[in-house]
């Protein structure tokens, strides 16, 4: 079955380090990939899309990347500042036109 | 303009109770999806509803729940006799297209269940 992960631990780095999330699949190959930021008692806000045909796109200090041999998508926030802080999900189109499948996010904890 | 409105913001009930929780979607938008959120976990795909098409109910995890969505916009998930395995966030998102791309998402709805 399809199966996304992410880091379940806490990243925590300093203020003005670069952050770099990991987003693993199996078992499929979606058409695009998207990045989600969700703050706590919130919903999930749209960050980046990229689609298969795509090594890399980048969005202010945002960047990501998207490995379709490995399988595996990057997230990076470049210059991170405190207010990055938050839980970041990626998601897959696995049912083309249908829905998206979330991986479980990766907390990030940015250190002033 | 306005985003992704849901109701109630949170709701506590007693097991075996019925809920209604509402969905208002982006004015406009075809698509509207159900999601759940348990703590600290990623989201479970529940429903989606896409125009004027029969809903994708692949996701609802058993026949306690249903959802409607009237006039294409608003939407009503119902759980009934709810258990207090259901305590969760539920979340709706709607999208403009006939594609999952970009995806806007409600606060949600805390459920707990006594």
């Known amino acids: 079955s399809q199966k996304i992960e992410q880091n379940s631990e806490a990243l925590n780095i300093q203020e003005g380090k670069t952050a770099t999330l990991t987003c693993n699949y199996t078992?499929?190959?979606?058409?695009?990939l998207q990045w989600y930021r969700q703050d706590p008692g919130r919903g999930p806000v749209f960050l980046l899309l990229?689609?298969?045909?795509?090594k890399e796109k980048r969005k202010e200090r945002l960047k990501v990347t998207f490995d379709t041999t490995l399988k595996q998508s990057l997230f990076h926030i470049t210059a991170s500042q405190p207010a990055d802080s938050a839980t970041y999900l990626c998601?897959?189109?696995?049912?083309?036109?249908?829905?998206?499948?979330f991986g479980g996010g990766t907390r990030l904890m940015v250190k002033p | 303009g306005a985003g992704v409105s849901q109701s109630p913001s949170n709701k506590v009930t007693e097991k075996g109770k019925d809920v209604e929780l509402r969905c208002d979607p982006i004015?406009?938008?075809?698509?509207l999806y159900w999601y759940r959120q348990s703590l600290g976990q990623g989201l479970e795909f529940l429903i989606y509803?896409?125009?004027?098409?029969?809903?994708?109910k692949s996701g609802l995890p058993s026949d306690r729940f249903s959802a409607e969505r009237t006039g294409g916009s608003v939407s009503t998930l119902t759980i009934q006799r709810t258990q207090q395995e259901d305590s969760a966030v539920y979340l709706c998102?709607?999208?403009?297209?006939?594609?999952?791309?970009?995806?806007?998402f409600g606060p949600g709805t805390r459920l707990l269940v006594l």
């Open positions: 998102a709607s999208s403009p297209r006939t594609t999952t791309e970009t995806q806007y």
């Open positions: 078992n499929y190959s979606p058409a695009y």
């Open positions: 990229i689609r298969e045909n795509e």
């Open positions: 998601a897959l189109d696995i049912n083309a036109g249908n829905m998206l499948t």
């Open positions: 004015s406009g938008h075809t698509a």
């Open positions: 509803f896409q125009g004027n098409s029969a809903p994708d």
